[in-house]
């Protein structure tokens, strides 16, 4: 059993930046793929990002190719999500997640979630 525990959010101006941090324990964290969604109120849960176990692949969500970045370090179980140049519509609740299988750009692909991180862009 995974657990997944993330950090980082917070209230940020338009333009600025936040890293958002997903720490893992219970498991062999190089098993996984890990991923990166997001849930606006009152919007369906959707892909941000998304990396290989050794961290040599990587997919975003077209809305934010160029803006964001996830990254991993296997050595401390942790994945990162740096997010730069932000804009009021990624204001929404940022979940990590875990798949066992290959990278995953939908909820259904995942095993184990997060309780999640608010982050909030104001205009």
């Known amino acids: 059993q995974v657990q997944l525990v993330e950090s980082g959010g917070g209230l940020v101006q338009a333009g600025g930046s936040l890293r958002l941090s997903c720490a893992a324990s219970?498991?062999?964290?190089?098993?996984?793929?890990m991923a990166w969604f997001r849930q606006a109120l009152g919007k369906e849960r959707e892909f941000v990002a998304t990396i290989s176990r050794y961290g040599y692949t990587t997919q975003y969500a077209d809305s934010v190719k160029g803006r964001f970045s996830i990254s991993r370090e296997n050595a401390k179980n942790t994945v990162y999500l740096q997010m730069n140049s932000l804009k009021p519509e990624d204001t929404a609740k940022y979940y990590c997640a875990a798949s066992s299988g290959l990278l995953t750009q939908v909820p259904e692909g995942a095993d184990y979630w997060g309780q999640g991180t608010q982050v909030t862009v104001s205009s």
């Open positions: 219970g498991g062999t964290f190089r098993s996984y793929a």
